[in-house]
């Protein structure tokens, strides 16, 4: 592969350091595992505790930055990238809609009481199908080692098409 991978980071106070004489595939292998284990720690924490708007926004970007990393790497990678990334982007779709819910809220409050109530049953709604799909899909027991050890063994050789 002949892009730089320097600069990448995942969360603000976390970031990938690349060997610069390893190939991006070989950097791949090494570090998105552990970036991998770093979005379920993320998410472990996440629903541990009762979720709010503000932890379910930083967990919605820690989401778009683990996914936009993953999508950077699949050229070093077979299809089953694409499988994990369906998985991801299920997690952005329910905090995305999570998300709306929130803001038109916040724009409507105020004069619309029906619409909030509404919005905020639907809010209540969405959180409990992204719980659900955490637990019992995305993190569900052995998916974390799943995603991990993808990441580390099934990275292409360098210099190898797609």
Known sequence: ?????????MAKHGRLVWNGSKSAEENASRKL????RTYFRAGRALFAAESTPESLHKF??????FRYTLELFQPCYGPGLEERLKLLRNIQDLLGEIND????????AQNQ???SKFLERRMAVKKRALRSYWFQTFAAAGQENWWANYLARFVRKPGRAT
Request: with cysteine; charged share 25%; glycine share 6%.
């Open 1 to 9: 592969m002949g892009f730089e991978a320097g600069a990448l980071t």
């Open 101 to 108: 819910c929130v803001t038109t809220r916040k724009l409507v």
């Open 60 to 65: 919605r970007l820690k989401s778009k930055r």
């Open 113 to 115: 009481p029906a619409v």
């Open 33 to 36: 595992p552990q970036l991998a």
